[in-house]
């Protein structure tokens, strides 16, 4: 263990311990309110480019495993903690080693309640968490050359070469195509657990190469940046949505399909992370807890329109789910899948794969 440090963009500092890797992270500093779940949460790739700072007090106390990961490797090019456990039981890896491995820099002993209400209170920010000796000096002018997350696609950065995941069952009921913009592992399991061939295909793949490969269904999936950077992207989503298939998206597939029938995105101040999120479905008065890992939003339709608001944020109001009045189009800003958090939305899932299947055998 060594000094450490955190700095941030208005020149606050945390001075604590050092472990993990021995360099400098810089990124956006951002916090999650989930009390389990860490190795899901840094292997997601929507903390692509962000420095971690986790509310719960204890971290590590049960090892890293080596199936429960959201994708190849650690996305979060940081982490700090109050207290930082290096614990191995049952033959498996301590968090510290297992970052240190993957080059993830973490500082704990640092009094997190105030780093979370400083974020919380001023926004999340650009950052550098420092292990190597880097002065405070330094750091700062890193930070200044540091691009803000407005603004930044970082699709490309963690979307994967096409792959398949055969249906759990061994009986295929439809065909779905996953655009992986960042997609957490997950998402293709529980598709596929629901009885879809998925082909996972990734973030740049155009409408005709998706056309070829006859999906029954859509899924726009998750992943970090700035949806407002990503004109590209929107352009593929609409000229999807002329295929006539089900689409669905989820948090970043979410923001981007709603770009791509008229509606606005935002950044947050300081975004909604973390396992214990309400969110109102507004057609029936029912309140899901939710796994949530966005810093963006959508803004709301303005006047007549043929969307429809689905789901809300009981924290802050912000568009939560939307669908296509008389189409097959529909998204969800929190995460389904739940890994980790609560399951109260897996039926999403498997719903999706309910209309992907009735609109193969509308085909045939």
Same mark, same amino acid.
């Given at each position: 263990?060594?000094?450490?440090?955190?700095?941030?963009?208005?020149?606050? =500092?945390?001075?604590?311990?050092?472990?993990?890797?021995?360099?400098?992270?810089?990124?956006?500093?951002?916090?999650?309110? !989930?009390?389990?779940?860490?190795?899901?949460? /840094?292997?997601?790739?929507?903390?692509?480019?962000?420095?971690?700072?986790?509310? +719960?007090?204890?971290? &590590?106390?049960?090892?890293?495993?080596?199936?429960?990961?959201? +994708?190849? =490797?650690?996305?979060?090019?940081?982490?700090?903690?109050?207290?930082? =456990?290096?614990?191995?039981?049952?033959g498996r890896t301590?968090?510290?080693?297992?970052?240190?491995?993957?080059?993830?820099?973490?500082?704990?002993?640092?009094?997190?309640?105030?780093?979370?209400?400083?974020?919380?209170?001023?926004?999340?920010?650009?950052?550098?968490?420092?292990?190597?000796?880097?002065?405070?000096?330094?750091?700062?002018?890193?930070?200044?050359?540091?691009?803000?997350?407005?603004?930044?696609?970082?699709?490309? !950065?963690?979307?994967?070469?096409?792959?398949?995941?055969?249906?759990?069952?061994?009986?295929t009921r439809c065909?779905?195509?996953?655009?992986?913009?960042?997609?957490?592992?997950?998402?293709?399991?529980?598709?596929?657990?629901?009885?879809? *061939?998925?082909?996972?295909?990734?973030?740049? +793949?155009?409408?005709?190469?998706?056309?070829?490969?006859?999906?029954?269904?859509?899924?726009?999936?998750?992943?970090?940046?700035?949806?407002? #950077?990503?004109?590209?992207?929107?352009?593929?989503?609409?000229?999807?949505?002329?295929?006539?298939?089900?689409?669905? !998206?989820?948090? /970043?597939? @979410?923001?981007?399909? #709603?770009?791509?029938? !008229?509606?606005?995105?935002?950044?947050?101040?300081?975004? *909604?992370?973390?396992?214990? @999120?309400?969110? /109102?479905?507004?057609?029936? &008065?029912?309140?899901?807890?939710?796994?949530?890992? @966005? &810093?963006?939003?959508?803004k709301a339709p #303005?006047?007549?329109?043929?969307?429809?608001?689905?789901? =809300?944020?009981?924290?802050?109001?912000?568009?939560?789910?939307?669908?296509?009045?008389?189409?097959?189009?529909?998204?969800?800003?929190?995460?389904?899948?739940?890994?980790? &958090?609560? *399951?109260?939305?897996?039926?999403?899932?498997?719903?999706?794969?309910?209309?992907?299947? #009735?609109?193969?055998?509308?085909? +045939?």
């Open positions: 263990m060594s000094a450490a440090y955190l700095l941030l963009e208005d020149g606050t =500092r945390f001075d604590g311990e050092g472990a993990g890797a021995i360099t400098v992270a810089l990124g956006e500093a951002v916090f999650t309110t !989930g009390m389990t779940g860490y190795q899901e949460t /840094l292997t997601d790739p929507s903390f692509s480019g962000q420095v971690i700072t986790f509310s +719960s007090p204890m971290i &590590g106390n049960y090892g890293i495993e080596s199936d429960v990961g959201e +994708s190849d =490797r650690v996305q979060a090019i940081g982490m700090v903690c109050r207290e930082a =456990r290096n614990a191995a039981p049952a301590g968090l510290l080693d297992w970052l240190s491995e993957h080059g993830v820099p973490v500082l704990f002993g640092i009094d997190t309640r105030a780093l979370v209400q400083h974020l919380r209170d001023k926004g999340s920010m650009r950052a550098a968490l420092v292990t190597d000796g880097t002065t405070p000096e330094q750091a700062k002018q890193l930070i200044a050359e540091t691009p803000a997350m407005a603004g930044q696609d970082l699709a490309a !950065g963690v979307s994967r070469p096409q792959r398949e995941q055969d249906p759990a069952s061994g009986a065909t779905v195509v996953l655009l992986d913009y960042g997609a957490k592992d997950s998402i293709g399991d529980l598709v596929a657990e629901a009885g879809a *061939h998925v082909v996972i295909v990734p973030h740049d +793949s155009t409408a005709d190469e998706i056309r070829a490969l006859d999906p029954d269904g859509i899924l726009l999936a998750n992943g970090p940046g700035d949806p407002g #950077a990503m004109d590209a992207h929107v352009a593929n989503v609409q000229a999807m949505l002329e295929l006539g298939v089900p689409v669905f !998206g989820i948090c /970043l597939g @979410h923001q981007l399909l #709603a770009r791509a029938v !008229g509606l606005d995105t935002y950044k947050l101040r300081f975004g *909604h992370r973390g396992v214990n @999120h309400p969110v /109102l479905e507004t057609e029936t &008065g029912r309140v899901l807890v939710t796994s949530q890992n @966005h &810093g963006f939003a959508v #303005a006047g007549e329109t043929e969307i429809v608001i689905t789901h =809300r944020s009981l924290y802050d109001e912000t568009v939560e789910g939307l669908r296509v009045e008389g189409r097959p189009v529909w998204s969800m800003q929190f995460h389904p899948e739940a890994s980790p &958090g609560p *399951h109260d939305a897996r039926d999403a899932l498997v719903s999706f794969v309910d209309e992907a299947t #009735a609109y193969r055998e509308s085909r +045939s």
